[in-house]
T-cell receptor, first 112, second 109 residues
Framework: DVKVTQSSRYLVKRTGEKVFLECVQD?????MFWYRQDPGLGLRLIYF???????EKGDIPEGYSVSREKKERFSLILESASTNQTSMYLC???????????FGQGTRLTVV | GIQVEQSPPDLILQEGANSTLRCNFS?????LQWFHQNPWGQLINLFY???GTKQNGRLSATTVATERYSLLYISSSQTTDSGVYFC???????????FGQGTELSVKP
């Protein structure tokens, strides 16, 4: 069974804090993705990575950065959390090319 | 960029009814997937179906890539089928998985 694990289901952080969201996959997938989901806006791609140390901006990268030091782990970083980053964050992974994508359980982040 | 449109946006069914959800996309794609988002927010894989027809129990899906649409069929619906159904396409450019806005299904007992 493919497993994509996000470090937290629920997270509450204060405005201005540096926040790390972690995602680990166990299928040796090359691609990893971070999305955020907001009511009325659907799922929007923040960043993705197709290899270690490689990253590509998605549609809404502003206010975020990512790190991929190992193939199995992809971290999303909120450098200085703001209330408009309160959202559901979803991580996914897939094989390079046409691979089927699998998602983690999601992290509901609240910034107060 | 590619546009992915799902219809209907909302659907209410009585338990036991059948339904068809549609996903239209505006350009050629390498991959199409259907997901069900459960009440806890997790996206559950239903079908990986870039073309053709697949069936899994009461669910089946058909993608006609040349006409740029996919259909998800749910037969004999159950209350546990409730939730949001998403289609997502892997666009030729850049490997991004692009989502439709979803269909919110509510199955009443």
């Amino acid at each position: 069974d493919v497993k994509v694990t996000q470090s937290s289901r629920y997270l509450v952080k204060r405005t201005g804090e540096k926040v790390f969201l972690e995602c680990v996959q166990d299928m040796d997938h090359e691609n990893m993705f971070w999305y955020r989901q907001d009511p009325g806006l659907g799922l929007r791609l923040i960043y993705f990575s197709y290899d270690v140390k490689m990253k590509e901006k998605g549609d809404i990268p502003e206010g975020y950065s990512v790190s991929r030091e190992k193939k199995e782990r992809f971290s999303l970083i909120l450098e200085s959390a703001s209330t408009n980053q309160t959202s559901m964050y979803l991580c996914a992974s897939s094989f390079l090319g046409h691979g089927e994508a699998f998602f983690g359980q999601g992290t509901r982040l609240t910034v107060v | 960029g590619i546009q992915v449109e799902q219809s209907p946006p909302d659907l209410i069914l009585q338990e036991g009814a059948n339904s068809t959800l549609r996903c239209n996309f505006s350009d050629s794609v390498n991959n199409l997937q259907w997901f069900h988002q459960n009440p806890w927010g997790q996206l559950i894989n239903l079908f990986y179906i870039p073309s053709g027809t697949k069936q899994n129990g009461r669910l089946s899906a058909t993608t006609v890539a040349t006409e740029r649409y996919s259909l998800l069929y749910i037969s004999s619906s159950q209350t546990t089928d409730s939730g949001v159904y998403f289609c997502a396409v892997l666009y030729n450019q850049g490997g991004k998985l692009i989502f439709g806005q979803g269909t919110e299904l509510s199955v009443k007992p």
